[in-house]
């Protein structure tokens, strides 16, 4: 998700006493974070960590308190929790500074740009006890809860196919897209995830085909199609790209031999609504102690699994 339809700077609201949500990054996602959290009654960020002089200002102009470092944010101690949406290769390095402060962490997926980074962070929190939530926001969309529950009632017989597809609308920077970990990892994650989430299978094999971009300088995939076999014998599907003509598209699949179903998730002028509902949901799932949905440390070691494989078939 790329969110460009998305203001980018949000007015801090003033209300009651809520869970204090340190941000750890104001980039593109999070300043979508931030836009998310405005109409919450349980949480709201307080606090955001960001470097970059220009993009603090702005911040600090619509109301924010705005810190230059992890060091000076724990230094307050108003914080209940963390948001880290930093890059994703930084992701290990907020966390290993968060952690001494023994507050739980919601971080951005995937976690990690590798399995060795998952698996660090895994290790450190649990060292710490401190827990960790990742933020694979599709398992708080309401209509994917329902899919999810109809699929464990049994509505589709046996399953066949589930389809999971992720278009952008245009892609993200050049700067990030060379240190994003490309495609699958960037964005194929999510599918990865909520295909092992919904039908709750094993990904046992996986094969794919990728068209790599043509611009400038950019060592990352247009578009790309994985397919996985799951353990009860059905297929996994995934469709990413970074291109798509209306906004950002995100859509849901599931074929068995007693019935079909596809969901447009997310897609043209409503999409951003639900995008935001599902992040505010996430988040307040979040600051309650997490739920059923909650994904762990484990999901994203599991998803990026399943991606570094991907990623060594196809450089082989």
């Known amino acids: 998700m790329t969110s460009d339809s998305i203001a980018p700077i949000w007015r801090a609201r003033v209300s009651r006493p809520m869970f204090r949500l340190g941000l750890i990054g104001a980039g593109r996602m999070g300043q979508t974070h931030v836009a998310a959290l405005v109409p919450s009654n349980v949480i709201s960020v307080t606090s955001i960590v960001e470097p970059r002089e220009t993009v603090a200002n702005d911040l600090r102009a619509a109301g924010h308190t705005v ?25 290990a390095d907020a966390i290993r500074q968060l ?150 598209f995100v859509g849901i699949e599931v074929m068995g031999d007693e019935d079909h179903q596809q969901y447009d998730i997310v897609s043209g002028s409503g999409g951003d609504a639900v995008f935001l509902s599902a992040l505010r949901n996430q988040a307040e799932a979040f600051a309650s102690g997490g739920n059923k949905f909650s994904a762990t440390i484990d999901d994203a070691v599991a998803a990026l699994r399943v991606a570094s494989e991907i990623k060594e078939k196809s450089s082989s």
């Not at 389809?163 to 990892?185: C, K, L, M, T, Y």
């Open 67 to 91: 810190f230059n470092s992890i060091e000076a944010l724990l230094d307050t101690k108003d914080i209940d929790g963390f948001l880290v949406a930093t890059p994703s290769g930084f992701h």
């Open 99 to 248: 952690v001494p402060a023994g507050l739980p962490i919601l971080c951005e997926k995937p976690c990690g740009l590798s399995v060795a980074d998952a698996l660090e962070i895994r290790t450190m929190v649990a060292s710490a006890g401190v827990r960790l939530q990742v933020g694979y926001w599709r398992r708080f969309v309401p209509a994917m809860i329902t899919l999810k529950k109809d699929i464990e009632n049994g509505r589709f017989g046996r399953l066949l196919l589930v389809h999971a597809s992720q278009w952008d609308h245009r892609p993200p920077a050049s700067e990030f897209r060379n240190s994003s970990g490309g495609i699958v990892v960037d964005m194929g994650v999510h599918e990865i995830d909520v295909i092992h989430w919904l039908t709750g299978q094993t990904i046992e094999t996986v094969t794919s085909v990728s068209a790599w971009s043509r611009a400038d300088k950019v060592s990352d995939e247009d578009s790309a199609v994985i397919s996985f076999s799951l353990s009860d014998g059905s297929i996994g599907l995934a469709t990413l790209g970074r291109f798509f003509p209306d906004r950002d």
